[in-house]
């Protein structure tokens, strides 16, 4: 038994011995193998990321009355008469691609030209109806638009300014105290203001300045998509 032991050994060793001669193995006076370069990741890289998706319909439909302080946007009833939720599958939901769970299962959640059509038509309908409720609200603090300012005031940068920081963290979430950041919903105010000659009902050249804000706010990619 100890004779086959010792031969089985040597035969092992046999084979050891004969990788290492035929370059199989490693060998500490071997010659390094040049492997070639290989791509390493530049730190100053930005990671990859997911790509830009939009807000589902139930999220929007969430996310507009919030704003409003509960006015919705609504349309004709294709079924019947009166004015209707707009995101429900017989109106505009299935157009938006809601899904029914029968023939769709998934919604896109790409931007694509019928959805900013659509959030045109919600941004200028639920606007429409913040501004008429504003025009006739006295209290300040449960009007939308005009929270921080008179519903006619046209001149006073500072309240202005105010009301559309105000605006920006309603509608977006964005806190700022800078004027840098209300510029550009400043030139529509000022804008409209100055370039409005006719006036519907019971409304003055601020409110349609407010609408217009409204509309931009609604309509700004920053409220639909993330």
Same mark, same amino acid.
Request: negative net charge; glycine residues 2%.
């Given at each position: 038994m100890k004779k086959l032991t010792t031969t089985m050994t040597l035969a092992a060793l046999g084979i050891v011995a004969h990788l290492f001669a035929s370059g199989c193995g490693t060998s500490p006076d071997a010659d390094p193998v040049d492997l070639g370069s290989v791509d390493t990741l530049d730190a100053e890289e930005p990671p990859?990321?997911?790509?830009?998706r939009r807000m589902t319909i139930d999220q929007l439909q969430g996310s507009v009355p919030v704003v409003s302080g509960g006015l919705d946007w609504k349309t004709q009833a294709k079924k019947g008469s009166g004015m209707v939720n707009s995101y429900e599958p017989e109106q505009l939901g299935a157009t938006l691609g809601r899904p029914?769970?029968?023939?769709?299962?998934?919604?896109?959640?790409?931007?694509?030209?019928?959805?900013?059509?659509?959030?045109?038509?919600?941004?200028?309908?639920?606007?429409?109806? &913040?501004?008429?409720?504003d025009a006739t609200t006295s209290s300040a603090d449960t009007r939308v638009m005009t929270r921080f300012v008179d519903n006619?005031?046209?001149?006073?940068?500072?309240? &202005?300014?105010?009301?559309?920081?105000?605006?920006?963290?309603?509608?977006? $979430?964005?806190? %700022?105290?800078?004027?840098?950041? %209300? !510029?550009?919903?400043?030139?529509?105010f000022d804008g409209t203001v100055a370039s409005t000659t006719e006036l519907p009902p019971g409304s003055t050249r !601020?409110?349609? $300045?407010?609408?217009?804000?409204?509309?931009?706010?609604?309509? %700004?990619?920053?409220?639909?998509?993330?």
């Open positions: 990859a990321h997911s790509s830009t029914d769970y029968v023939m769709v299962l998934n919604e896109p959640a790409e931007v694509n030209s019928l959805y900013v059509k659509f959030a045109d038509d919600m941004a200028r309908y639920v606007c429409d109806a &913040i501004v008429e409720r006619d005031e046209t001149e006073d940068s500072a309240k &202005i300014n105010e009301n559309l920081r105000y605006l920006l963290l309603r509608f977006l $979430g964005q806190y %700022t105290t800078s004027e840098e950041e %209300t !510029a550009n919903l400043k030139a529509v !601020a409110l349609e $300045g407010w609408r217009n804000v409204c509309v931009a706010l609604y309509k %700004t990619p920053a409220f639909h998509v993330y």
